[in-house]
């Protein structure tokens, strides 16, 4: 089964091809530098680059897995959720494509890609900016290794906690009632000053800062829900720096300030995750979305499952950001479970929850 997929949630275009499991190539053209200008995706901007890139960026993914259109089996695309200008484009896209080859169509949730994502095994680091083709691989036989698991997605629109208890069926345990984790890390660092994405900016900054040098509130910490809420953090940073403003003019300050800001919301992330392992009685943690790049978080998870006797499993870093290869793989996953098609005419769903 060949399956060409396509992403286009957000501000990153990518395509990818996947092969019985295997990733036989991944593009994604990334807008980050045309945003940085306005600190922040302008939704307009993103779909006109969609539309510019989709093209390219297919023919790209085709070439490098050396295959040609009529050689695939069917087709998919992020349906939801996402900026509704930028599914679109995708979406509408992908279904053309489909139509015009007579295969079949799949829209995908895009957190239901990240939640199954820890589970693609990359044989090494695929390049995201060359059209060339890696080596990546998904172990051939996944439902082998799967195991019940308790997942945290966690991006800069969305923080999940779902349980998993068995492939394609899983329950949303909590989630974001505010502000995300991602949007605190990239708030606080528009506060301080730094360039968008500011979330990979305060992890290298932090990596030389003190976390204990300043105490941030840990919103819900000890809420027995699985709920997350980030705001009360994003606006107790704004306070101390409004009330500390030379703070900005000392680098090792501010260093220590990222340093505390990335603990407090790690804090939170790590025990909320692990409580809700222990009280559903799993045995397997993973993790996924574009924050669980996060080297903070990547490693006290890994501490702190190995404290608690849990397996660990992290989404490649390469697969935490927005990507069409774990599009594809859900998709064919769906088509061997033989999920029904929906008609080829149906729409984005932009706020399409995860069940």
Request: glycine share 8%; hydrophobic share 40%; with cysteine.
């Given at each position: 089964m060949t399956i060409l997929a396509f992403e286009t949630s957000c501000d990153e275009t990518s395509a990818a091809v996947v092969r019985d499991g295997r990733i036989l190539s991944n593009v994604v053209s990334s807008q980050i530098k045309l945003h940085?200008?306005?600190?922040?995706?302008?939704?307009e901007l993103a779909a006109r680059e969609h539309l510019k890139n989709f093209l390219p960026v297919a023919q790209a993914a085709l070439r490098a897995a050396g295959i040609s259109p009529a050689q695939?089996?069917?087709?998919?695309?992020?349906?939801?959720?996402?900026?509704?200008?930028?599914?679109?484009?995708?979406?509408?896209?992908?279904?053309?494509?489909?139509?015009?080859?007579?295969?079949?169509?799949?829209?995908?949730?895009?957190?239901?890609?990240?939640?199954?994502?820890?589970?693609i095994e990359m044989s090494r680091e695929p390049s995201v900016e060359s059209p060339g083709?890696?080596?990546?691989?998904?172990?051939?036989?996944?439902?082998?290794?799967?195991?019940?698991?308790?997942?945290?997605?966690v991006s800069g629109g969305h923080t999940l906690l779902v349980l998993v208890e068995s492939?394609?069926?899983?329950?949303?345990?909590?989630?974001t009632i505010d502000d995300a984790a991602g949007e605190c890390f990239d708030?606080?660092?528009?506060?301080?000053?730094?360039?968008?994405?500011?979330?990979?900016?305060?992890?290298?900054?932090?990596?030389?800062?003190?976390?204990?040098?300043?105490d941030f509130p840990r919103p819900l910490i000890h809420d027995a829900s699985d709920d997350f809420s980030f705001s009360g953090l994003k606006t107790s940073v704004r306070y101390f720096i409004r009330d500390h403003p030379a703070l900005l003019d000392d680098p090792q300050k501010v260093?220590?300030?990222?340093?505390?800001?990335?603990?407090?919301?790690?804090?939170?992330?790590?025990k909320k995750t692990i409580r809700a392992a222990k009280r559903t009685g799993v045995r397997c943690v993973t993790a996924s979305g574009g924050v669980t790049c996060n080297r903070a978080l990547r490693s006290e998870l890994s501490r702190a499952c190995r404290q608690n006797g849990l397996t660990l499993r992290l989404a490649d870093k390469s697969l935490c950001t927005d990507n069409a290869t774990m599009i594809g793989i859900l998709a064919e996953r769906k088509l061997l479970a033989r999920v029904p098609l929906p008609p080829l005419d149906e729409e984005i769903k932009p706020g399409w929850a995860l069940a």
């Amino acid at each position: 089964m060949t399956i060409l997929a396509f992403e286009t949630s957000c501000d990153e275009t990518s395509a990818a091809v996947v092969r019985d499991g295997r990733i036989l190539s991944n593009v994604v053209s990334s807008q980050i530098k045309l945003h940085q200008e306005y600190g922040g995706v302008v939704p307009e901007l993103a779909a006109r680059e969609h539309l510019k890139n989709f093209l390219p960026v297919a023919q790209a993914a085709l070439r490098a897995a050396g295959i040609s259109p009529a050689q695939l089996d069917a087709v998919a695309a992020t349906q939801g959720p996402g900026l509704a200008i930028a599914l679109l484009v995708g979406y509408k896209a992908a279904q053309a494509v489909a139509f015009a080859l007579n295969k079949p169509f799949l829209g995908i949730n895009h957190h239901e890609a990240h939640l199954y994502s820890p589970w693609i095994e990359m044989s090494r680091e695929p390049s995201v900016e060359s059209p060339g083709p890696d080596s990546s691989t998904l172990n051939p036989q996944p439902s082998t290794n799967f195991q019940p698991n308790v997942s945290l997605i966690v991006s800069g629109g969305h923080t999940l906690l779902v349980l998993v208890e068995s492939e394609l069926h899983h329950r949303v345990l909590g989630g974001t009632i505010d502000d995300a984790a991602g949007e605190c890390f990239d708030k606080t660092g528009k506060l301080i000053g730094l360039a968008y994405p500011a979330g990979p900016l305060i992890d290298q900054l932090a990596e030389q800062g003190n976390p204990s040098a300043y105490d941030f509130p840990r919103p819900l910490i000890h809420d027995a829900s699985d709920d997350f809420s980030f705001s009360g953090l994003k606006t107790s940073v704004r306070y101390f720096i409004r009330d500390h403003p030379a703070l900005l003019d000392d680098p090792q300050k501010v260093r220590d300030l990222c340093a505390s800001v990335q603990a407090a919301i790690v804090e939170v992330l790590v025990k909320k995750t692990i409580r809700a392992a222990k009280r559903t009685g799993v045995r397997c943690v993973t993790a996924s979305g574009g924050v669980t790049c996060n080297r903070a978080l990547r490693s006290e998870l890994s501490r702190a499952c190995r404290q608690n006797g849990l397996t660990l499993r992290l989404a490649d870093k390469s697969l935490c950001t927005d990507n069409a290869t774990m599009i594809g793989i859900l998709a064919e996953r769906k088509l061997l479970a033989r999920v029904p098609l929906p008609p080829l005419d149906e729409e984005i769903k932009p706020g399409w929850a995860l069940a």
